[in-house]
């Protein structure tokens, strides 16, 4: 499986990086640009959830950016080198640049940013196969209480090529079912019984809209009857779980 390349943009659309990947497991964080000789100027990796990180055993030094959960640069590390440390309380994610892009990028603290898949062209398929794609977007109706996690999703469900046409709180799926929506991605926060009865409901109303639930910690108490993805650690599945019920080739798998 590999990790969704995104490209990141200043609020008002300039570039800072062109091609970020996202480390969003715990095992794509612990890597990290461990094993890497170099990091070229418009590449990146994105480690979120993060606060704090190490450059142990790197062999080059990089740029160290921290946003809080509203897009915002609260810290900027300038050249960080190896087998340094640097965090920043408040941080929700952290992107690690190659040394003096966030000078030649202008990029600095206080500045929005925000995040954009990367076109079909520039993962190398043809032009027709990307009008195909950009043509085709499945409509998702999120349904979460957690305003972090719609953050996470909504760039994940970006990157995969997924439009979200609501985002509601759980009890307000169904009526927002009514209006359309191809799949639902469900989170059952710390309330799994309760998803799994809302499931159900939506389900003999709409039997043909796939769902697909995550939730905290919901790998190890998911029923035998129905899979649960952890929120946090298997989002990468979870949407190849959509890709897979909606028939779309381009699971991440």
């Given at each position: 499986m590999r990790a969704v390349a995104l490209t990141l943009r200043r609020e008002d659309g300039r570039i800072v990086c062109e091609s970020v990947r996202v480390a969003d497991t715990i095992t794509r964080?612990?890597?990290?640009?461990?094993?890497?000789?170099?990091?070229?100027p418009g590449e990146g990796i994105l480690l979120?959830?993060?606060?704090?990180?190490?450059?142990?055993?790197?062999?080059?030094?990089?740029?160290?950016?921290?946003?809080?959960?509203?897009?915002?640069?609260?810290?900027?590390?300038h050249g960080?080198?190896?087998?340094?440390?640097?965090?920043?309380?408040?941080?929700?994610?952290?992107?690690?640049?190659?040394?003096?892009?966030?000078?030649?990028r202008q990029l600095e603290?206080?500045?929005?940013?925000?995040?954009a898949s990367?076109?079909?062209?520039?993962?190398?398929?043809?032009?027709?196969?990307?009008?195909?794609?950009?043509?085709?977007?499945?409509?998702?109706?999120?349904?979460s209480d957690d305003q972090r996690f719609v953050k996470l999703a909504r760039f994940?469900?970006?990157?995969?090529?997924?439009?979200?046409?609501?985002?509601?709180?759980?009890?307000?799926?169904?009526?927002?079912?009514?209006?359309?929506?191809d799949a639902?991605?469900?989170?059952?926060?710390?309330?799994?019984?309760?998803?799994?009865k809302l499931s159900n409901a939506i389900r003999a109303a709409r039997p043909e809209i796939p769902i697909v639930i995550v939730g905290e910690e919901a790998a190890t108490r998911s029923p035998e009857s129905a899979r649960v993805y952890d929120k946090w650690e298997q989002m990468d599945e979870a949407i190849d779980a959509l890709d897979a019920s909606l028939g779309k080739s381009g699971s991440h798998r």
């Open positions: 964080r612990m890597h990290g640009l461990l094993g890497r000789k170099s990091l070229p979120r959830p993060a606060w704090s990180i190490h450059t142990a055993f790197m062999r080059f030094p990089i740029d160290v950016v921290f946003i809080d959960p509203e897009q915002v640069v609260i810290r900027i590390e960080l080198r190896p087998f340094k440390t640097a965090s920043c309380r408040g941080a929700r994610e952290i992107v690690e640049l190659a040394a003096g892009e966030c000078e030649r603290v206080g500045d929005r940013v925000a995040w990367l076109s079909s062209l520039e993962e190398g398929l043809s032009s027709e196969n990307a009008l195909q794609r950009l043509e085709h977007r499945a409509e998702i109706v999120l349904a994940l469900l970006d990157g995969r090529g997924y439009d979200i046409t609501a985002q509601v709180r759980p009890n307000e799926i169904r009526s927002t079912l009514e209006n359309g929506g639902v991605l469900l989170d059952a926060g710390d309330g799994l019984a309760d998803a799994l």
